[in-house]
């Protein structure tokens, strides 16, 4: 819960989003949800009247935190610049280890219950 409420970690979750939808492999009542919150963000309707201008926008704040938090582990699989690099594209068919011995050793199941 204490990283949710970083700044930082609500931008990218919410750059998150778009790649987010993109993806085939995600449900569609998460990526309806997302639609959802759009549509209720740039509706003229809301709960809070618009005349009550600084706080009108506390319930549209109030539901894309919902959203974000509730989409939370979805949306973090989706993070822009924090994948891993995948460095075993570099190595594949090199023999990275030179000039090293090694042996290896196979023990039976008898022969290790023997030694106890």
């Known amino acids: 819960m204490y990283q949710f409420i970083g700044f930082n970690v609500l931008l990218k979750r919410i750059k998150a989003i778009k790649s987010m939808m993109m993806d085939k492999s995600v449900p569609r009542r998460k990526k309806l949800l997302i639609v959802l919150g ?4 740039v509706s003229p ?19 894309w935190i919902w959203i974000l938090l509730h989409l939370k582990d979805e949306l973090d699989k989706y ?25 290896v050793n196979v023990q039976d199941d008898k022969e290790s219950e023997d030694e106890k």
Request: proline share 6%.
């Open 45 to 63: 309707i809301d709960l809070i009247p618009p005349v009550l201008f600084p706080i009108a926008w506390l319930d549209d704040l109030v539901v």
């Open 38 to 41: 759009i549509i209720y963000l």
């Open 79 to 103: 993070w822009v610049g924090d994948k891993a690099e995948d460095l075993s594209k570099n190595y594949k068919g090199k023999d990275i280890i030179e000039d090293a011995e090694y042996e």
